[in-house]
């Protein structure tokens, strides 16, 4: 099993944990938990696998990432209510599942041959797309955009270092394990410490 | 004209009647009554098609579908006044046509040749997303989505009966019949008898 | 450079000014301002490009369009305070994006050789679909869909126009010129002089 697979897979589990939770919270059946964390464990690498028109959407080819994710959403169904508190656990899910959804999505792009904006994007959005689509479906505040925080930065972030790495070092595991442990630590340092980007603010007017 | 066209027609249509009624408790004009009418009407069916890459998205091979679509919208246009509830009407239609766009995606994933799992899911996407897009898009509560109702589970029931019945018949078109029966019967008693699934429920932790 | 490739970039620089905008109102960061920048100024055409099975989108084979949009993005960080009404310039900079991004779906359908439906729904998609994108994501009421203005009425009638002038002249750059001129002189009509077409109105059951 190649590194690629492993991240996928692991991406897929964590995200599918994540939108269970968000199903939870808006109180659907055992079906509505299956999709809902379907649709956050894959749709990420979804809109990453029709932009770069692969042969086939990863998924499609491998009905196991499915099944991957209705294990997690069946686990949330019946234990859910063990959690102290829902809405942390989904914000720490969620940064340990970014943190291996952007270098899956680095790793296709590179995989496929393309330049470095294209390998940034894809990092971005393999990363971001499964949370918004199951924010704006279930009608949250999108995780994504959350003011303040350091989200889409860290998956930039984590994208450029891997981008680096690879033209430093050449093909190594290395860009993909660094681009994890960088996105991974700036969304947590975020959330935990406040760390954050200068936001836009109005400010009035120069006299 | 086969089995699967029809299915797709009559999909279109309904659905473009409910894209169409919601647009008018949005108050547009007509062209606003044609864009939701048609995103709805091939919103499954295109999501569906780009997923599992096929030549050409059916709507862009056939434009009939969206002339279809603006049929059905005009109408809705010059005669949603006459309607008691449009609510209830779209809650209705909404079934109808759920109940032919599932076996429309069963059919087409089995043409295609796909493993179970495949078939599954787009029954159960060229179902759910034309709706889900309209609901998003009108910033409507997600039909799809309504606590305690069945919805996909009623596309997922039809959609592995379509699949049992192939396994047992062979092809023949009385799976495609029996899907859209047992998803509009579950969708329908769900309406009517308040049929459901037990859904999740927070509960206090055990002592 | 061709017709084309100017309206694709005059449309991607300035929807990502009006993405930037709405990112400066949700008060973002600059790596937030270039996420929903860039999701406005290519969404439509992304659209547009899936939908039509174009070897490549078109931003995946030109990554100068995403600078385009970045560039757009950090000039608004950097200046949108100096705006007196941050709504009134994304409402008349959409507008101009609009006029320009029509003429650019309807030439790129013509020159995949489709016919005139399929044309002139790309024409609407590639307009309408960006900046739906922004306002579903950031959770504005979107701008498409306002009621009782002039928005994908004048993408139709832009696209319309396109179409007849071909079917009178043969191929000729006046056609997307003509495009753009009727887009946006109907959109400005709309907002500066209340230009509308009669939305729905529920009326009482005649008597």
Redesign the interface.
Known sequence: MSVLSVLDYLSVFIFALTGALV??R????????V??A?LTAVGGG?VRD????R???FW?AN?WY??TASVAAVLV?FT???LESRRRAIDWLDAGALAVAVPAGVGVAVTLG??P??VL?MG?VTG?FGG?MRD????E??LV?R??E?Y??AA?AGALVAILTRAVLGPTPWALIACAAVTFLLRAGSMAFGW??????????RS
């Not at 109180?27 to 509505?32: A, E, F, K, S, Y």
């Not at 200068?198 to 009035?204: A, N, T």
């Open positions: 199903a939870s808006a109180q659907l059946d055992l079906v509505g938990f999709f809902i379907s979804t029709v932009l770069l028109d042969d086939m959407v499609v009905p499915l099944a169904f859910a209510h063990l393309h330049g904006v294209v994007i971005m971001a918004l704006v479906v279930c009608n505040v999108p955009l003011q303040g350091l889409l930065s930039f954050r980007l200068p936001v836009y603010k109005s400010r009035p007017p």
